[in-house]
């Protein structure tokens, strides 16, 4: 999809402070790169913990943004909040997204 650059490349060599839109874009990213769109699925704690990991601040903030990503419907969850997926009907922004701001 897009080389690895810019705040992704960042992100995988240490723990850096990004703003809330910049966590969203990664959060899309990572989704993205999966292929997890509609009823494709992956468990939200395991992309938390995997973005707290490169972060200098703790999962709660993570899982806020994620879930303010849901009620904008973005972001699509299942069994209870369990596993997330990425709204396919809003592919245009977020690809958008990413490509402002991580690229």
């Given at each position: 999809m897009y080389p690895y650059k810019g705040i992704i490349s960042e992100l995988?060599?240490?723990?850096?402070?990004?703003t809330d839109r910049q966590i969203e874009a990664t959060i899309f990213d990572?989704?993205?790169r999966k292929g997890m769109?509609?009823?494709?699925y992956r468990p939200a704690e395991s992309m938390a913990k995997w973005i707290t990991n490169r972060l200098?601040?703790?999962?709660?903030?993570?899982?806020?943004?994620?879930?303010?990503?849901e009620k904008k419907g973005l972001l699509l969850f299942k069994k209870s909040g369990m596993v997330v997926s990425l709204n396919p009907r809003k592919k245009e922004?977020?690809?958008?997204?990413?490509e402002d701001e991580l690229y």
């Open positions: 995988l060599w240490g723990k850096k402070d990004l990572k989704l993205a769109w509609g009823n494709v200098r601040r703790n999962g709660k903030r993570v899982e806020s943004i994620m879930h303010g990503l922004d977020i690809l958008k997204t990413i």
